[in-house]
């Protein structure tokens, strides 16, 4: 399994940035996919999942400002950022639970500028 995240960058408070992961060497159809971030010095935390059958769930923190949505036939994730807060800088990684083991993108950083 391969996660190839990009999109990341420099974005001013109350920007937004687009993320996407594009996935291979699994049955993306029916696999959960999610991001989760970490930012320096504090523990990765969940931001958005999307379940094979459709739904989605967000961190508190973001509900309203971020969009989760999957395209099943370019087997890609995206994660759409809005109104974005300084707090929102992190790395973002990319994540699907498949054959038994949790998989990892390489990480895209997200930088968000007061």
């Known amino acids: 399994v391969q996660l190839q995240a990009s999109g990341g960058g420099l974005v001013q408070a109350g920007g937004s940035l687009r993320l996407s992961c594009k996935a291979s060497g699994m049955v993306f159809s029916i696999s959960a996919m999610s991001w989760y971030r970490q930012a320096p010095g504090k523990q990765r935390e969940l931001v958005a999942n999307s379940t094979s059958g459709g739904s989605t769930n967000y961190a508190d923190s973001v509900k309203g400002r971020f969009t989760i949505s999957r395209d099943n036939a370019k087997r890609t994730v995206s994660l759409q950022m809005s109104s974005l807060k300084p707090e929102d800088t992190a790395v973002y990684y990319c994540?699907?639970?498949?054959?038994?083991?949790?998989?990892w993108g390489q990480g895209t950083q997200v930088t968000v500028s007061s």
């Open positions: 994540n699907t639970f498949y054959r038994l083991r949790a998989w």
